[in-house]
């Protein structure tokens, strides 16, 4: 039994409904619905009827007070518009101006027309409403327009995704158990279309099946959408408009565009209803009469951004820019290619049903769904129909599935039945770890139930209040919904603020609408000049937003030492933002905070781009640069061919095998803004750059495996050592071989290639022991002969290219190998041999300083244990850095800040930006 009233509200401005639960919807009108907004901030909204009767920016000739002028703000808000703007903000603040300074949230403008409707409905603060909102609207949204609404007086209030809503009302009106699959393997989906004057969304939900009191419910699956629709209702229409009437003023226009029905039934398959309007023009009155153009334009024109439209609309919210490039392409034509890429995007599940909704649902199957026929027909879609049946298309002409979703929703929440799955927002908090930022999820595309609290387990032992902070400061990472590339520039970037060229401009702009968000601008402009980057950010900042945001904390006192805290968390579905607490690990520092809780509101904090990364007391692994059109295929086509159809009984086997070595070892030089990059066949796993080779490699690999076996003992060490540049990818016999050559005498040339041939292929940790276990043997037993190249490469190798080496090391290992690299350095050093080989002990010695992974306080100047080592190395450093201050040649110049760069890794200070340059003066 129903416990309380429940209503459905669909309110985006056209044929706007609200139902009561076992009751009947309100009807709702074809023309759409505005808000007129007062002068003041603290007038009247009016909405509903009163906004319509109000002559305030009607578009009339007569008062002054109707008319529009395209340069200056509108106090008429149509509420379509106003839906998209909300959706466009995405986590942005996002405001409608009305001039001299007053503006309204668009959530509070949005409140004010949903609260009219819901009270006209007979619907009570007390009673429990469900709101349909568009299935892109970002969190921050919702949770401005929870507050909003709350303002007005309706705190029980539900938001559905408008989507599922119409998933919930086919479903509800079919048996799952007589017309579903039992088999619960076979996956299944169904597809809903919505055709709205606010935007046009095509979405696939996965089909659940779920066990409540004995009785099955097949629920949808809900996914967070890709991207932001870039078609919306109101263009179309405006589009439509301006064809019909060409020449027609900005007060005709937008009359009929906001008051008159007949362009939305043209765009919805309607008959023109017979309504009789005044219809004012500049120079004169007269009746308004739809023409029958209006039909067959609503097909031909585009569906793309409306200049004139927009040009209205731009004054008053930023969000609706003036797009300079019109898309030419039919809204019919349009909608087909949206349509299919949809239908296509489940290839291994089984298509159950589509339903098309909205206000601008046609009556009969539109063309452009009609042009999907031959796939529709492979996807077991037979037919349309006008109620919801298994495997056809329900066109929801005469019904609003979404309003009737909405009430489902509600008596499945208040009944406790399964309503339906939902895909939470990626958040992500910053963390320091081993003297690096990494973002930690709080939660990343997890499932759960929708319309219930969700409270995952919290996180511990991966923050702490550091000693002696009397602040802490936080950085939280929401995950958002790719911008449109077709987005535009917004004119105040343009040219105003920077002295870029105008085709710089261009070209950044370009760069950034590709990039999509706000997170991939910042990485792909991060090594840019800085007037570069900082256009790039403000311009991505407008069109995206920022997705990142900072709060600080005061604490009533300084904790003694470090302090573990948790962090809890708790989020409903398409039920506004995260609720964040950050709490001390142990009841003992629970004093700490005095009572006191630190809650991370994401609408409260400030936005900031994520701090820098820290400064470094060891590099980052290397990941070897591939070259992604494998030219080495080309170049090596004879010789990879000739390998791989020839066996180890062929006379010049070898000399073959020499030429596989040459392809795996070619490089390829990439021109860049620095200079040249240096791409190689491979990477360290073996992966090649594009398919094809990655295939060529995985042969060559499967090959070797089986000619190992009937290599001659006179081949077989050159055979291991070439095919080792396979790295990753030697095959297993080969990398055995390699072990053997490393466990036997370590004074024999086998050992020395063995141990080089391992710094390439190794990737356990049993075998880094090892490698490390026989070369300080060597070094110990050797009675200060020199360290032998080979050795030097391998560990240089081993600790550059794979991450789990250094945990493989013992420090007494680390000190004896850092102690040969030091040795190294001051032999070239005393020469004055500035070249190469320095470099090479240099390159050695940073990449050892990872062992600080492990050992903190590794080569720390400050420990006593290290001290003389760190000293010795430093001189040497010192001299190669005076050495090239005498010198103003380029390269010169370059050298002393590597050796200043690995200086700065000595004392924690370090930056990965040397890498690349140190790789070039090692060879």
Partial sequence: MINKTIFGCAAFGLADQVLQVEGRASDGSLCIANAVLPT???????????????????????????????????????????????????????????????????????????????????????????????????????????????????????????????????????????????NTSVKEHIMVVYLGPDGVEMTTFRLHREEHDNTLFIIPVRERPGHVSSVAGFDWAANALEKTYPGIDDGAFWQAFTKFPHVWEALSGRSFSSNVDVWSLEDRWTFWAPDERLVECAGSVPAAPNSRLRALLENSCRLFSVVSEKEETPAAEALAKLFISVLDSRPQSRLRGIIVSGPLCPPRLPIWIQSAEDKLQAFGIKANTTSPQLDTIWLAHEENPVIDGCAEYGRRLDR????????????????????????????????????????????????????????????????????????????????????????????????????????????????????????????????????????????????????????????????????????????????????????????????????????????????????????????????????????????????????????????????????????????????????????????????????????????????????????????????????TYISQNLYNQKWNYGVDAGGRVFTAEEDFRLLYEKIYKRIKSNHNKPFPIQSSRALWRSLSLRDKSPRAMARTQAKTFTEEAVKILEQESDLGNFERSFFQAARLFLFLLRFRVVDHDFLDPSNPMDSDLFERALKCLKAAENHFSHSQATGAVRAKELVIGIEKFMRYEGSNDILTALDELAG
Wanted: a neutral charge.
């Fill in 40 to 182: 003041h901030p603290s007038g009247i909204i009016h909405t509903g009827a009163t906004a319509e009767e109000n002559r305030i920016h009607s578009g009339l000739a007569w008062p002054p007070e109707a008319r529009v002028n395209h340069n200056a703000p509108l106090r008429r808000a149509p509420i379509p518009c106003v839906w998209h703007g909300l959706v466009e903000a995405g986590d942005r603040s996002a405001r409608w101006q009305v001039g001299r300074g007053v503006s309204f949230t668009l959530s509070r403008i949005l409140s004010e027309h949903v609260a009219n409707l819901l009270k006209k409905s007979g619907c009570s603060a007390q009673d429990t409403a469900v709101l349909a909102i568009p299935d892109s609207l970002d969190e921050f949204g919702q949770e401005m327009l929870l507050r909003d609404l709350k303002i007005c007086g309706f705190e029980n209030i539900q938001f559905l995704w408008r989507p599922v809503a119409a998933a919930l009302s086919w479903l509800s009106k079919l048996n799952p158990k007589n017309v579903f699959t039992e």
């Fill in 416 to 739: 406790g039945l399964p309503t339906y799955l939902d895909t939470l927002p990626q958040l992500s908090v910053l963390a320091e770890q081993q003297g690096d930022h990494i973002w930690v999820d709080l939660l990343n595309a997890e499932t759960c139930q929708g319309g219930k609290p969700y409270k995952p387990a919290a996180i511990r032992g991966k923050f702490a209040i550091q000693a002696g902070a009397q602040h802490l400061q936080v950085f939280l990472k929401k995950g958002g919904i790719r911008g449109r590339i077709d987005l535009e520039a917004p004119e105040s970037l343009e040219g105003q603020e920077t002295r870029l060229p105008q085709s710089s401009r261009s070209e950044i702009i370009a760069k950034v609408r590709q990039a999509g968000t706000y997170e991939e601008v910042l990485k792909s402009f991060a090594n840019k000049e800085m007037e570069t980057l900082e256009y790039a950010r403000k311009l991505a900042r407008e069109l995206f937003g920022n997705p990142f945001r900072r709060a600080e904390f005061a604490f009533p006192s300084v904790p003694e030492a470090n302090m573990p805290v948790d962090i809890s968390l708790e989020i409903r579905p398409a039920s506004g933002l995260a609720q964040i607490t950050l709490v001390p690990s142990f009841s003992e520092d629970a004093a700490f905070l005095r009572g006191r809780q630190i809650f991370l509101d994401y609408s409260t904090m400030a936005e900031a781009d994520p701090p820098p990364p820290p400064t470094r007391g060891w590099p980052d692994v290397i990941t070897l640069k591939v070259d992604p059109t494998a030219s080495f295929l080309l170049h090596f086509k004879y010789e990879i061919k000739k390998y791989l159809k020839t066996t180890p009984l062929t006379p010049d086997f070898m000399s073959i095998v020499d030429g596989v070595k040459n392809a795996l070892t070619r490089f390829t030089n990439n021109p860049t803004d620095e200079g040249f990059e240096h791409l190689r066949p491979i990477d360290q796993d073996g992966k090649a750059g594009n398919q094809e080779a990655s295939m060529v490699i995985d042969r060559l690999a499967d090959k070797a495996e089986k000619d190992f076996v009937d290599i001659s003992p006179a081949n077989k060490m050159g055979f291991v050592v070439r095919m080792s540049w396979l790295f990753a990818k030697t095959p297993n016999r080969v990398v055995q071989q390699i072990r």
